[in-house]
């Protein structure tokens, strides 16, 4: 497969890869309305927004540079995807595009929504 340059990359459109990430996290038994809450967590968009940017059909520099608020726990995201450590990734557009794969990744592996949404474990009570 021919290496995608960083141009090529910010030049695909959103509208284009949701889907897949929608049809990943399905067969894996999630459904899309947690590929949603993963977006809504990452990007800041919600249901209209993310919505009003599937249909402008925006690419994925514009999509990412319009995220209303990117969550600042996305740094606590690590790990591969392609073989590239995310949290290395020196272009932030594509380290935000990496962070997402990620997140899809480990929804399809059958992580708990807590873990992906990287929220605190609750202590039990004894």
């Known amino acids: 497969m021919p290496k995608v340059t960083k141009e090529k990359i910010y030049t695909y459109k959103f509208?284009?890869?949701?889907?897949?990430?929608?049809?990943?996290?399905?067969?894996?038994?999630?459904?899309?309305?947690d590929v949603d809450q993963i977006i809504f967590w990452l990007t800041g968009?919600?249901?209209?927004?993310?919505?009003s940017q599937?249909?402008?059909e925006v690419d994925l520099e514009t999509f990412y540079?319009?995220?209303?608020?990117?969550?600042?726990?996305?740094?606590?995201?690590t790990g591969?995807?392609?073989?590239?450590?995310?949290?290395?990734?020196e272009d932030k557009i594509i380290r935000r595009m990496r962070y997402l794969d990620k997140l899809i990744d480990e929804l399809a592996r059958g992580k708990k929504m807590e873990s992906i949404l990287r929220k605190p474990k609750q202590q039990k009570k004894i």
């Not at 890869?17 to 309305?33: F, H, L, N, Q, S």
């Not at 968009?45 to 919505?51: F, I, N, P, V």
């Not at 591969?80 to 990734?89: F, I, L, R, S």
């Open 15 to 33: 509208s284009f890869i949701y889907p897949m990430y929608v049809d990943k996290a399905v067969k894996k038994g999630r459904t899309k309305a």
């Open 45 to 51: 968009y919600d249901k209209k927004s993310l919505a």
């Open 54 to 56: 599937l249909k402008k």
């Open 65 to 77: 540079k319009e995220a209303p608020k990117m969550n600042p726990k996305r740094k606590l995201i």
């Open 80 to 89: 591969k995807v392609c073989g590239v450590q995310v949290e290395e990734v």
